[in-house]
């Protein structure tokens, strides 16, 4: 558990950059400080690590209080993830990853090998060890990043803006395989962003702050969007936060699935035609896996690649409304493909029937 | 000039070319020496702390304009007085060589240090590493390459300077140009000057060698051979290309 007391930080020229702080990231979860530039958040995240001081207040790590401690020792406790991985150029990736395991007294060989395993476990080649860091592209270099963090396997993490350096489609798939391997590890982690779609996205909870350093909120994803506690935190989470709450919301039973008649490739035209609702007949291939959306009447001879529709996406049954409502909306032929855990057809919603589940459920229950 | 390079009896004696190399570059090293215990030193301070920039742009200029051959009269003028024997010269050459080593060396050493990622360093500090390690094991290593770029042009400055020594009747290769103007023996001066160059040349490969060895290729962005923990070599085409994305 990382803990803040009153902290406030300001400067001599008079500004105060966090501003009272009142804090507490638990053991095993995922802290997000999020807020607009200028609101102390990355401040406050180096204070925890003593690369800031704190004017006044003092910051607990699992009760200890960090002001009395030698700050380099403190530092080596805790995993520290940056912006643009800060990755020593002179070394190899290998020795990148080892820095905190031979910083900490290990063996150069037992170093080397936890490297190496780390380089797995966040999706890097066995290839890459020799490579220096300007070989490899951002994306990449962030991993070695979130590597040599949990070389040590601290019970803590201090993450930077550590995904908005990258593209939008990498820093997707960064995230999602940073939350796989924060189920697997369950650091406690704080992690700063400006981006309040991945502070949603990544955080257990989530501390608004804003311009000041203040806090104004601090609350699960869900109860963000559901209920913001002013204007501040209402406009700072969005404008289609109604929407975007339906993320948050478990679909499991509530909406009813409808069947759906399927053909395959290389059905006859005849047949796409007996088969179709309206317009639209869904195709699948022997598995029953959903390939995409087809109009009979576009089809002479038999059904091919080329005439599949690939609009409409698809939601798990397991999911989030607004994984089902998306793929109703999305679909040509208005019904929104729903499928098992193996991507396997069960049936169709509409939006109707989906905006009627969420109706009849005044009391959001939340997915996570 | 090849008649007198190869004339044998130049090669022997007090005032042999052999020696005259020797003078040469014992001047040239022990400036060498003495403006890069100044230099570097001062850069990596200047360039770690922020502390004296002003020093960098205003004094290593200046020292850069400097007219080496009235310094070096001026300072025999003043120096020689108060040391008897040879030293009332060797000391005014040394200071002017050294004079001339300390900009580059300085300039470049403080640019190094400047250079360095801000992310690594943070990174360095973040992770706890303490002020001298992130010195010797980010900093340092990180400005060598312009550090040592900068001790290079240095040398090559002092090399071709120190035939300046002769003006005062010291020794070293510019005795062969001072010399042979006065007797308008211009294969003598021919031969002093291509020696002079020559050692210029050979040392400058020497640093430029001695740079490859130290400085890590990540820095450099050679691309070295690759090869897996296992020892197995990655062929190189796969091993160079950098990935997109």
């Known amino acids: 558990m990382i803990r803040f007391e009153s902290i406030t930080k300001a400067y001599p020229d008079g500004t105060v950059a966090v501003n009272g702080l009142d804090l507490e990231a638990p053991t095993g979860k995922l802290t997000i400080l999020v807020g607009p530039s200028g609101c102390g958040k990355t401040t406050s995240l180096r204070m925890i690590n003593r690369l800031i001081e704190p004017t006044s207040g003092t910051i607990y790590l699992d009760d200890q209080p960090t002001s009395g401690m030698d700050a380099a020792l403190l530092r080596r406790r805790i995993g520290y993830v940056i912006q643009h991985a800060g990755l020593f150029p002179h070394r190899t990736i290998v020795d990148n990853i080892a820095t905190m395991p031979l910083l900490l007294g290990e063996s150069r060989q037992k170093a080397r090998h936890r490297a190496l395993e780390l380089m797995e476990r966040v999706g890097l080649p066995e290839t890459f060890a020799n490579r220096y860091p300007w070989q490899l592209s951002g994306g990449q270099q962030q991993r070695v990043g979130v590597a040599r963090a ?32 924060q189920r697997e590890i369950g650091k406690t982690i704080i992690m700063v962003t400006h981006d309040i779609d991945e502070a949603l996205k990544l955080g257990d909870q989530v501390a608004v702050m804003r311009v000041g350093g203040k806090l104004a909120q601090m609350a699960t994803p869900s109860e963000l969007l559901t209920s913001p506690a002013d204007e501040f935190v209402a406009d700072f989470v969005g404008r289609d936060r109604g929407y975007r709450s339906l993320g ?19 059905a ?72 098992n855990e193996h991507g396997e057809l069960l ?22 | 000039m090849i008649n007198y390079l190869f004339d044998p009896a130049h090669w022997s004696g007090a005032d042999g070319i052999p020696t005259l190399i020797g003078e040469h570059l014992i001047y040239s090293l022990i400036a060498l020496a003495i403006a890069a215990v100044i230099a570097v030193p001062l850069g990596i301070y200047i360039g770690v702390t922020g502390k004296g920039v002003f020093m960098i ?22 120096i020689s007085p108060a040391f008897p024997s040879k030293m009332g010269y060797i000391l005014p050459s040394l200071i002017v060589l050294v004079l001339l080593a300390v900009p580059p060396i300085l300039t470049n050493t403080y640019a190094g240090v400047r250079a360095v990622d801000a992310a690594a360093v943070d990174a360095a500090r ?53 010399d042979g103007k006065a007797q308008n023996d211009y294969s003598q001066m021919v031969a002093g000057a291509v020696l002079v160059a020559l050692l210029a040349l050979f040392f400058d490969q020497l640093l430029a060698f001695i740079t490859r060895r130290v400085v890590s290729p990540g820095l450099t962005r050679r691309t070295v051979k690759a090869t897996l923990p296992s020892g197995e070599v990655i062929p190189s085409e796969t091993a160079k290309t950098p990935t997109a994305v």
Not at chain 1, 348 to 368: C, F, G, Y
Not at chain 2, 135 to 157: E, I, K, N, Y
Request: proline residues 5%.
């Open chain 1, 248 to 266: 948050f919301t478990a679909a499991a039973g509530s909406v009813a699935v409808g069947e759906e008649w399927t053909v395959q490739l290389g």
């Open chain 2, 126 to 178: 973040g992770m706890g590493f303490r002020t001298m390690k992130i010195l010797t094991d980010v900093q340092l290593p990180c400005s060598l390459p312009l550090m040592l770029s900068g001790v290079r042009s240095a040398l090559l400055q002092i090399i071709s300077t120190a035939t300046i020594a002769a003006y005062i009747s010291l020794g070293g290769l510019g005795r062969l140009l001072i």
């Open chain 1, 150 to 181: 949990l070389a040590s396997d601290p019970a803590f993490m201090l993450m930077d803006e550590p995904f908005s350096a990258v593209d939008p489609v990498v820093r997707a798939q960064l995230q999602e395989e940073f939350l796989r391997l």
């Open chain 1, 268 to 339: 006859s035209a005849a047949e796409a035609q007996a088969k179709a609702t309206g317009a639209w007949v869904l195709v699948v291939d022997a598995g029953r896996r959903p390939l995409g959306w087809a109009q009979p009447e576009q089809v002479h001879g038999e059904l091919r690649k080329e005439h599949l529709n690939l609009s409409g996406t698809s939601a798990q049954a397991s999911g989030t409304m607004r994984q089902l409502l998306d793929a109703a909306l999305s679909s040509p032929s208005r019904r929104g493909v729903v499928v």
């Open chain 2, 57 to 78: 742009a205003g004094l290593a200029n200046a020292l850069r304009a400097l007219p080496s051959v009235g310094l070096l009269i001026l300072l025999v003028l003043l």
């Open chain 1, 347 to 368: 049936g169709t919603v509409t939006a109707t029937d989906v905006v009627k589940a969420i109706e009849a459920e005044p009391h959001l229950e939340t997915a996570r």
